[in-house]
Every structure is written in structure tokens, then in C-alpha cells.
């Protein structure tokens, strides 16, 4: 038996086997953007005796980040070679995406192959705010979020008709952090919390949505055309549409001026992990509604 002669073993890999022998590229390409993926690992890796290191191999002029769609594409395209595995999703692989350059190798060495530039692998881990309503139209505009310190919180109470640039994230993909310090810190912006050890949260449904661009990028113009990407920021910037925290999976975009629609909200997050809401923007009044405390 041959590479070639791997018969798929899941749901999964019996679509994108169907789709690959078809030559839909992109049905492929959508399939392999909500899959979880099997990376070989060393044993003492599995067992815990050591960190878990990237498995690669070299070809075409660049490395390769070596990924499988099951353990038994692992192993039979290795020769059972590789035996350990650690899984991952795509949009994991991108947070954590050791070098721009670098490519991800998909079954190499199977029928359903796969070669993605670093590009490639950021834009179906983390597609755009507009692609995703055009990916799950049902699901609606999903709220996102800002921190803000007290003093751009006295901006916007008193500056008129409130605009936002900069960056903001997924309010979703932080839902489940209740306490301050682990979403500042997850977030990378310790400087945000509050002397209380509070924090400031602007969280706002966008319209527009292609005013909220997903920041795929580098750290130099090198990095950033290696992607393929548009914005250049210092470090520890990833450039992979993510807040640069490999621990956390947090889809973040930028914005230039964009106004706040009626129905924004600044809330405070205490020390407690209790979410107080302290200011409700009204579009038609142009103004914003404070909210008292009891």
C-alpha cells in the first residue's frame, strides 16, 4: 500500500476527499477552515517531558508546518514514523504561527493534499467581520469590544459625537473571562486596569462592516508582505488577525474614526468579576445616558 492509498476514516475527511477528487478547491478550503488537525509530536512530548516543538520539513525553498486530517493520515504519510500527535484548529495554528515565511503542508504525500502560505492559513483561521456574516448569515452582527482607560472614557462622555480608532476585538471570544487581570492580561493591555483593579469595557454592535478590517500584517514590511498583508505594528504584533497571546484564541480588527451606533455601552468589569453598565449611547440624542449606581 502507498501515501495514495489512504482511505478516509471520518465524516470529515470523506467530504474533503470527494471535494478534492472533484477539483473544488474552495469547498475544500472551507472544509479544512473548521477542521481540527493532527501535528506530530514527539513522545516525550506526549507523555509531558517536554514542550511539544513545530514538526516541519523543508521543500519548494521554504518550510513547512506539517499537519494531517487524522492520525491515520499521520501515520501512513509518515511511514509510522510519527506516532504522537497534539490537535489543533486552524485559527490555534494561526495564534500561535511561528514564522511569516513558513507554509502549512496538509497530508503531504496523500491524494487531499494541501500547500497554504502563512497568508493563506490567517484568512481561513480568521476571516474578515463581513465574511463571517456571509459565512453564518443567522447568527447576526456580533458585538464587539474595546478597553479603555479613564481618561478616553472622559473623552468620550464629553467629546461630542463619539468615534473610535485603533483596535478592538470579539467580544464573544473573551465572554468567558469574569475577572480583570486574566482578561487584561489575555487582552496584553495591563495598563488598562483601573487603581481599583477595575476595568473599562466599550462594547458596541458595528455597522460597516468592512470599516472593521482584520489586521493581517507584520512587524516590518517584510513580515507583512509575507502574508500578504496591509499594516505594519511593533511588536509583539502577530499579524495573523489575532491579539498576539498564543494561550488565547481572541479574533481582533482595526479602525480608523469609525462612529459608535446608538446603543453602545461602556461598562465597568470590577475586581469582583461583577459587569456594571455606566453609560448607554443614544444615536438620536447624540448624547450619552449615564447610569447611576445603588
Given at each position: 500500500?502507498?501515501s495514495n ?7 470529515f475527511?470523506?467530504?474533503l476527499w ?15 477552515r ?9 513522545a ?11 514538526a516541519?520539513a ?9 499537519a ?7 501515520r ?19 495564534a ?7 507554509g ?10 494541501f ?43 464629553t ?6 480608532s ?5 467580544a ?11 482578561l487584561?492580561?489575555?487582552?496584553r ?5 483601573t ?8 462594547r458596541w ?24 498583508g496591509w ?6 504584533f ?6 498576539p497571546n ?33 453609560a ?15
Amino acid at each position: 500500500m502507498t501515501s495514495n492509498d489512504h482511505q478516509p476514516v471520518t465524516p470529515f475527511e470523506e467530504r474533503l476527499w470527494a471535494a478534492c477528487r472533484d477539483g473544488q478547491e474552495a469547498l475544500s478550503l472551507g472544509l479544512l477552515r473548521d477542521a481540527d488537525l493532527a501535528l506530530p509530536i514527539t513522545a516525550a512530548a506526549a507523555a509531558g517531558t517536554e514542550t511539544p516543538a513545530w514538526a516541519t520539513a523543508t521543500g519548494s525553498g521554504r518550510t513547512w508546518v506539517l499537519a494531517y486530517t487524522s492520525v491515520e493520515a499521520m501515520r501512513l504519510a509518515t511511514g509510522g514514523v510519527a506516532t504522537h500527535c497534539r490537535v489543533a484548529s486552524l485559527v490555534e495554528l494561526a495564534a500561535g504561527w511561528p514564522d511569516p515565511w513558513w507554509g502549512l503542508a496538509i497530508n503531504p504525500g496523500l491524494t487531499a493534499a494541501f500547500l497554504l502560505e502563512s497568508g493563506t492559513v490567517a484568512r481561513l483561521a480568521v476571516p474578515t467581520l463581513a465574511q463571517d456574516r456571509l459565512l453564518d448569515p443567522a447568527s447576526g452582527v456580533p458585538a464587539v469590544q474595546k478597553l479603555l482607560s479613564p481618561a478616553h472614557v472622559h473623552d468620550l462622555l464629553t467629546g461630542g459625537e463619539p468615534r473610535i480608532s485603533g483596535y478592538c476585538h470579539h467580544a464573544l471570544d473573551v465572554s468567558h473571562i469574569a475577572t480583570p487581570a486574566v482578561l487584561a492580561d489575555a487582552l496584553r493591555q495591563p495598563d488598562m486596569l483601573t487603581e481599583s483593579g477595575s476595568l473599562n469595557i466599550l462594547r458596541w454592535r458595528p455597522t460597516g462592516l468592512d470599516l472593521y478590517r482584520t489586521p493581517y500584517g507584520g512587524t516590518d514590511e517584510e513580515r507583512r508582505d509575507a502574508v500578504a498583508g496591509w499594516v505594519v505594528e511593533e511588536p509583539p504584533f502577530v499579524g495573523m488577525g489575532l491579539v498576539p497571546n498564543v494561550d488565547h484564541v481572541i479574533r481582533e480588527y482595526k479602525v480608523y474614526g469609525v462612529g459608535l451606533p446608538h446603543g453602545a455601552e461602556i461598562w465597568e468589569l470590577t475586581h469582583g468579576g461583577t459587569e456594571h453598565r455606566r453609560a448607554l449611547y443614544h444615536g438620536d440624542l447624540r448624547r450619552w445616558l449615564l447610569i447611576g449606581t445603588r
